[in-house]
């Protein structure tokens, strides 16, 4: 019975009716090129439209007319990419890479992929592998960049950047990019000269001539930073964000009224944005009436519990009076209030760029608290912690 199934298998198998890949001639396969170009120019055209559906379709149907053609792989793994499914989106990039692993375009596209979801050593091996087959292609190395950035390594990245922007003086999009890390790195008079040179060609660009206006509030050039804001606000008059930085500008010039003003501008035009009452509880603090500071903190806390830039001036105020009182003699005061203004800065992200600050902060606190206690000590005074 089991060698007759056996043959039986063998003769059902042996029946099937065998698929034959179909041979194109040479006019054929050219224009299924061209149809496939043309669905590829389609699926382009919905992919910068932010239409990813119809893109995908598009793209696949090129791809039934040249199932080699490796632009509509990558194109694919992009917009699976846009759509946040990083498996997807793997899958047509290696699929690239059998096609051809030659073409960095792959090494490229797989590798901004890795970085997306911060695996930063395979996003930094696939970029030094395209770079050694195609030194030219500039993505491969501002991938290594970004990397660089994430991982703390600045000298690497800073030479990458520097090295970019002189083999490419047309490429304004790098020189932002190197300004915006230079800012990051508070080197702000190297970053203004960058963003100075995208301004050159760009000088309607309304966010380059915010972080202009950003680098030049760092170097002290008020009046030059106030220029960059309006210039924005001519454009754009209820941005909020601008109207707060143009409080801040009057309010380093100490003109109080005008940066009361904008502050309150900003918080008739946004009620629910927590980051009008940061900018007054600042404007309270600075003027030392940490009382209202403390009001306006509460407000932004109860719109955004978590936000970083409320418990960093929370502790700023707390540290302020505690220096009030260290001051007048108020030992014991002084202590708990610096303790509470430890409490608040360790309540920061790590991840927060105020991070750093709060560390150091907090550093000189403890000192200065250990010096409070052994005084109180002398005098016989016990801190209850």
């Known amino acids: 019975m089991k060698k007759y199934l056996g043959l039986l298998l063998v003769l059902i198998v042996g029946c099937a009716p065998t698929t034959t890949v179909k041979k194109y001639t040479e006019e054929e396969l050219l224009e299924r090129r061209k149809e496939a170009e043309k669905y590829y120019s389609i699926g382009a055209e919905y992919y910068k439209q932010g239409d990813w559906e119809k893109a995908l379709e598009n793209f696949n149907t090129a791809l039934s007319y040249d199932s080699n053609y490796y632009e509509a792989y990558i194109a694919i793994g992009n917009t699976y990419k846009k759509l946040r499914d990083a498996q997807k989106a793997e899958e047509y990039f290696l699929k690239a890479l059998k096609i051809d692993n030659k073409n960095s375009k792959g090494y490229e596209a797989l590798g901004d992929?890795?970085?997306?979801?911060?695996?930063l050593r395979k996003a930094e091996s696939?970029?030094?592998?395209?770079?050694?087959?195609?030194?030219?292609?500039?993505?491969?190395?501002?991938?290594?960049?970004?990397?660089?950035?994430k991982s703390k390594e600045d000298k690497k990245a800073d030479s990458l950047y520097s090295l970019l922007t002189n083999r490419c003086p047309d490429?304004?999009?790098?020189?932002?990019?190197?300004?915006?890390?230079?800012?990051?790195?508070?080197?702000f008079k190297e970053a203004k000269n960058m963003f100075e040179k995208c301004l050159s060609r760009y000088?309607?660009?309304?966010?380059?001539?915010?972080?202009?206006?950003?680098?030049?509030f760092e170097l002290n050039e008020f009046d030059k930073a106030l220029n960059e804001y309006n210039f924005i606000l001519s454009?754009?008059?209820?941005?909020?964000?601008?109207?707060?930085?143009?409080?801040?500008?009057?309010?380093?010039?100490?003109?109080?009224?005008?940066?009361?003003?904008?502050f309150n501008k900003a918080l008739n035009l946004a009620p629910?944005?927590?980051?009008?009452?940061?900018?007054?509880?600042?404007?309270?603090?600075?003027?030392?009436n940490f009382a209202e500071a403390e009001k306006e903190l509460k407000k932004a806390l109860a719109i955004s519990p978590n936000?970083?830039?409320?418990?960093?001036i929370a502790g700023d105020i707390k540290k302020r009076r505690a220096e009030e009182s260290q001051k007048n003699?108020?030992?014991?005061?002084?202590?708990?209030?610096?303790?509470?203004?430890?409490?608040?800065?360790?309540?920061?992200?790590?991840?927060?760029?105020?991070?750093?600050?709060?560390?150091?902060?907090?550093?000189?606190?403890?000192?200065i608290m250990d010096k409070i206690k052994e005084e109180l000590w002398f005098q016989g005074i016990k801190i209850e912690e």
């Open 113 to 119: 992929l890795y970085l997306s979801l911060g695996q």
């Open 126 to 149: 696939l970029y030094q592998k395209g770079i050694n087959l195609d030194t030219t292609n500039v993505e491969l190395y501002l991938g290594l960049a970004a990397i660089y950035e």
């Open 203 to 216: 000088s309607e660009e309304l966010a380059l001539r915010e972080r202009y206006g950003d680098v030049l």
């Open 272 to 288: 629910n944005d927590p980051m009008p009452h940061i900018h007054l509880a600042d404007y309270h603090q600075q003027l030392g």
């Open 329 to 367: 003699k108020q030992l014991k005061e002084a202590y708990y209030l610096y303790k509470e203004a430890v409490n608040n800065y360790n309540k920061v992200n790590e991840e927060s760029p105020y991070n750093d600050y709060c560390k150091n902060e907090i550093k000189r606190i403890k000192i």
């Open 307 to 312: 936000l970083d830039v409320a418990f960093v």
């Open 235 to 262: 454009k754009e008059p209820n941005n909020v964000a601008i109207i707060l930085k143009v409080g801040d500008v009057y309010l380093k010039q100490k003109k109080y009224k005008n940066a009361l003003q904008m």
């Open 171 to 187: 490429r304004l999009d790098i020189f932002y990019k190197y300004g915006e890390f230079l800012t990051k790195r508070k080197r």
